[in-house]
């Protein structure tokens, strides 16, 4: 199974800001998401649309079943 953490920004207006990051520890806690967002939002500089506030946070675990494509199959 793959986790990854989806963050969610307010920008301005009633624009949103999300980040998807693969591979991420779900068990790293709340208050660790929260301090990575507010580094975010504190060093949002970079960004075309900065994220100016903490809209939402979750942790998605999804389980891949690949399909057989080969031939016969």
Known sequence: MATSLN???NASGDKK???TYPYADASCGDASVKSLMNAIV???A????PPLALAAAEFVTRTVIPVDLSPGA
């Not at 970079?46 to 649309?49: D, L, M, Q, Y």
Request: aromatic share 16%.
């Open 7 to 9: 963050l969610k920004f």
């Open 17 to 19: 800001v999300s980040m």
């Open 46 to 49: 970079i960004f075309a649309e």
């Open 42 to 44: 504190t060093n949002s």
